[in-house]
């Protein structure tokens, strides 16, 4: 539980490294406007939670939620297309979970003590006992919490539904795709345990096995396996474990469009791994002129792709500063590619420019859309890439500068 706790505390500060999402038809069609309802019974401002609501006490809390469906599901009873009706009960119904799930990772969060956990995150990272002051910080973060009765009650209202396999509403519903995800994890921690050897990216792979044995409904069965079998192919470090999901999932699909989508990560993986010239890329520098990656050559790349709402990118950057001196006088560039919405460009021309960053300072086109972030497989941020004189990839999945390794790895390549 506490290791989920502090996962789910770096979340909502947006410590958490980005995931991107497999394309896909599906929709959220059914209900608009739910949070601007929920606010009407929880704390919420411009769709974000407040910590107050958090202080909430738990039966006062399930009430107001209650309330809320009560109060959609009043509306929904005057549509007259009833096989619709059903559905949009049951995207409310499904969001409500959501929201006692939230509510349950974030009961007690005190403001206070979330600013100062934010603080010891960006300042103490890389000192000795940085997981002890870590741990100590998430006990002031949280001076209140649940007890396990009053969780397992929570438990048992977020997961009284066990309808795993309602492909109308999986299609048309995005808080029904949130909460089977959620349930799922759940069921793969309980039942299916992962692989320690593969790391982190573990679960994942675990996922497949949940994914092929709980889901019988073909569409949910085929979507989930394929955005998993990319996650896999993407994040997981284990070569044997990508090999083994890109396989399965080319022999088990009919589904052409998928299949095409899971071929090029893997093409793409391949590329990385094989010492390939590098996709090429020309974005915008903080002065508004174009850098292409060809105009860099002659010297080795090493690029930091990173965005400003990303707090382990920002970790990172007093790292990467003291590289980028120690370093400035090697055959080496340092590009800083951002990721950022082209929406809050202003935002990360201020940032660059009130932090000082140094190195080239770039941005993508698309964000994660972009053409060379997609070619690199980044389904998450911060992300480091090495690129030799030639153009030729090094380490599509370099490592990072807080990491000693990447000196040594300098020491040896910039004699």
Known sequence: MKLKLISSIFILLG???????????????????????????????????????????????????????????????????????ILK???????????????????????????????????????????????????????????NDERKRLDDIIRKSTDLNDAALFKTSAAYRTWLNDYLKGVQRKKYLADTALGYGGDNVAM???????????FIKEYLLYTFTGTVIKSVKNAGAKESAYKDFMAGTTNETYKK??????????????????????????????????SLRGK?????????????????????????????????????????????????????????????????DKDFSSDFVKKYNINSIPRFILIDPTGKIVSGDAKRPSDPALRKQFDSLLK
């Open 15 to 85: 410590y958490n490294s980005f995931a991107q999402n497999a394309k896909t038809d599906l929709s959220d069609s059914l209900v608009k406007d739910k949070q601007v309802i929920l606010a009407k019974y929880v704390p919420m401002a411009n769709g974000e939670y407040l910590y107050k609501g958090y202080q909430i006490p738990i039966d006062s809390f399930i009430n107001r939620v209650n309330d809320f469906r009560a109060d959609f599901n009043a509306q929904i009873a005057k549509d007259k297309l009833s096989d619709l009706s």
């Open 89 to 147: 009960e049951k995207d409310v119904m499904f969001y409500s979970y959501n929201v006692l799930a939230h509510y349950q990772i974030y009961y007690g969060m005190d403001s206070v003590g979330m600013e100062n956990f934010g603080k010891v995150v960006q300042e103490k990272r890389g000192e000795p006992n940085f997981y002890k002051l870590i741990d100590s910080a998430q006990k002031k973060a949280f001076p209140k919490r649940l007890s």
């Open 208 to 218: 497949l096995k949940v994914i092929a044995a709980e889901i019988s409904d073909p």
């Open 261 to 294: 989508g899971i071929m090029e990560i893997y093409i793409n993986y391949k590329n990385m791994s094989s010492n390939a010239v590098s996709p090429d890329f020309n974005y915008t520098d903080i002065n508004g002129k174009l850098v292409s990656l060809k």
């Open 300 to 364: 080795y790349v090493y690029i930091d792709v990173w965005a400003t709402w990303c707090g382990p990118c920002k970790a990172e950057i007093p790292f990467l500063t003291k590289i980028e001196n120690d370093y400035h006088d090697k055959n080496i560039h340092f590009v800083s590619l951002s990721v950022d919405r082209m929406a809050d460009k202003a935002k990360w021309i201020s940032y660059v420019n009130d932090n000082k960053l140094q190195g080239i300072q770039l941005m993508a």
